[in-house]
């Protein structure tokens, strides 16, 4: 796999790209929840894929996960995961990025992690940071017409 970069660094070396993908990633707005769908991969190899609530924070990009869960187990034994924003709701402008989950397990971080969220985080739950090895941006020509075409923006570290 590519190298792994913080949200941070990615946003250093693509702020405008970095601007996107905090736009679509906090659809309701910049406050409110973050909205996406994580992929994950199971222990026979399959995907699985589960909504969840993004946070940028410090730097970083981290999902919270119910630490019973299939999502959590997998990212525990594998770590790699894909992210992928809800779509825009008029033109379907998508973020996704991809890399490698790392459990966080300072707990000054949780903490500080934890107030930047919008929902109550349970004890229970596992914080994961989001690394980022690639980053895919697709706007539409002429979205939801027969002739639509893609315009992809791809960014690696």
Same mark, same amino acid.
Do not use: N
């Given at each position: 796999?590519?190298?792994?970069?913080?949200? &941070?660094? %990615?946003?250093?070396?693509?702020?405008?790209?970095?601007?996107?993908?905090?736009?679509?990633?906090?659809?309701?707005?910049?406050?409110?929840? !973050?909205?996406? %769908? #994580?992929?994950?991969?199971?222990?026979?190899?399959?995907?699985?894929?589960?909504?969840?609530?993004?946070?940028?924070?410090?730097? !970083?990009?981290?999902?919270?996960?119910?630490?019973?869960?299939?999502?959590?187990?997998?990212?525990?034994?594998?770590?790699?995961?894909?992210?992928?924003?809800?779509? !825009?709701?008029?033109?379907?402008?998508? %973020?996704?990025?991809?890399?490698?989950? #790392?459990?966080?397990?300072?707990?000054?971080?949780?903490?500080?992690?934890?107030?930047?969220?919008?929902?109550?985080?349970?004890?229970?739950?596992?914080? %994961?940071?989001?690394?980022?090895?690639?980053? #895919?941006?697709?706007?539409?020509?002429?979205?939801? &017409?027969?002739?639509?075409?893609?315009?992809?923006?791809?960014?690696?570290?």
């Amino acid at each position: 796999m590519a190298e792994a970069v913080s949200w &941070q660094a %990615f946003e250093t070396r693509t702020p405008e790209l970095a601007a996107i993908g905090r736009r679509l990633l906090y659809p309701v707005a910049p406050t409110g929840p !973050g909205l996406g %769908f #994580l992929a994950t991969t199971r222990a026979d190899g399959g995907p699985r894929v589960h909504p969840v609530c993004p946070a940028l924070h410090a730097g !970083g990009l981290y999902v919270f996960v119910i630490g019973a869960s299939p999502k959590c187990a997998d990212l525990a034994r594998d770590g790699r995961y894909a992210l992928h924003a809800y779509p !825009g709701s008029e033109d379907d402008e998508s %973020f996704y990025c991809s890399g490698r989950a #790392l459990e966080v397990t300072d707990g000054a971080r949780r903490r500080a992690t934890e107030s930047a969220v919008v929902h109550t985080v349970r004890d229970d739950e596992v914080l %994961f940071e989001l690394r980022l090895a690639r980053v #895919l941006h697709t706007t539409w020509l002429r979205p939801r &017409q027969p002739d639509t075409q893609p315009v992809y923006h791809r960014w690696q570290p």
